[in-house]
């Protein structure tokens, strides 16, 4: 099992100890380290600044959001990246939801599996570099032939050469469908949550998947004891992340986090959730996120409860994961607990 180092999306500003954690991960045996964008700090930059601060760790967009850029912008960042950085690139990508796909990027949500394909396959070509940029697409067009052209654009092939023609592309998927189409057009996985008791849910899709194929999943781990309160405090960061996510990352209807979760067995409590953020009382929204959910998709307890419950993942799909330990105790009971250090 490989364990990354989840940085985010930043908040305010730059988080405390970001290159100090980051150098620290690396040297206890951490594979990955991941950042994020939402409508803050963007996912490239933070990895630039680690790459020039670490070695080996390998440096992960979790994820890029396709709104924000066309496929040939965000594969010039991923080939200047995987320059600077020594070949430690993993291009994680994804789509949001149309809040904030139209809200904040002012780009159409619609059918998110059809663009997300086309970007992809555009991205492969750039790196592969076989030629010059040629692509008819339902949403990209190189050259570009529509309304406002001038018919002077011509197919160019990126000046920089690729380091690697297979920068690895890792994709976030909730939907049946998006992960059956990310197994097949992609080299990894990024799960929002994943529950390693529930393999039923993903089985079918993830079926073709290839041998080398990752599924890197972002989780909490909390060392703590085994008494009830204690692991109910545990489960806090989870129930709070969760309530956020199912209750307003989205419009009713239209919010993935929410049907994933009624996927898994929890619709009822999921469609609760959302109706109570949406009425302003988000504090009962986070309490009534189900203790065994938050549990499932954790790790918590005292390292024996935590390494029992580990089984469970080392035998699911799953190849990886991440966490969001932010002081250096943390970072270390998680990688003795994890990887037996």
Do not use: C
Not at 13 to 37: C, R
Not at 46 to 75: C, N, S
Not at 205 to 210: F, V
Request: hydrophobic residues 40%; without cysteine.
């Amino acid at each position: 099992m490989k364990l990354g180092l989840v940085w985010g999306y930043w908040g305010r500003g730059m988080p405390d100890n970001f290159v100090l954690l980051t150098q620290q991960a690396e040297k206890l045996g951490y594979d990955s380290v991941w950042s994020a964008e939402s409508w803050g700090s963007d996912a490239f930059s933070p990895l630039v600044w680690l790459a020039a601060h670490t070695e080996r760790i390998r440096l992960g967009t979790g994820i890029v959001q396709l709104a924000a850029r066309t496929p040939t912008a965000t594969a010039m960042h991923a080939v200047t990246l995987d320059h600077l950085s020594g070949q430690r690139l993993i291009l994680g990508l994804g789509v949001s939801g149309p809040q904030v796909v139209e809200g904040w990027y002012g780009q159409p949500g619609n059918r998110p599996l059809a663009r997300t394909r086309e970007y992809v396959e555009i991205l492969r070509r750039v790196f592969a570099r076989d030629g010059h940029l040629t692509f008819e697409g339902d949403y990209y067009n190189h050259p570009y032939r529509g309304e406002g052209d001038t018919g002077l654009g011509k197919p160019l092939k990126i000046m920089t050469h690729p380091p690697r023609p297979d920068i690895p592309i890792f994709i976030g998927a909730e939907g049946p469908k998006n992960i059956a189409q990310t197994v097949e057009i992609a080299d990894g996985w990024l799960p929002l949550y994943y529950s390693p008791f529930r393999p039923e849910v993903y089985a079918e899709s993830i079926a073709g998947r290839s041998e080398g194929f990752e599924i890197t999943v972002h989780t909490t781990i909390r060392v703590t004891g085994d008494s009830p309160e204690e692991l109910a405090d545990a489960l806090l960061p989870t129930k709070a992340s969760l309530g956020f996510y199912i209750g307003g990352m989205g419009a009713k209807g239209q919010n993935y986090h929410t049907k994933l979760m009624a996927r898994m067995g929890f619709e009822q409590e999921a469609h609760r959730i959302q109706d109570l953020f949406f009425e302003g009382r988000r504090d009962e929204a986070i309490a009534a996120v189900p203790d065994q959910f938050a549990d499932e998709i954790s790790l918590v307890g005292s390292p024996e409860r935590i390494r029992d419950r580990l089984a469970a993942w080392e035998e699911s799909p799953v190849t990886g994961i991440n966490v969001g330990a932010r002081n250096m105790e943390d970072l270390r009971t998680i990688a003795e607990v994890v990887l037996d250090q």
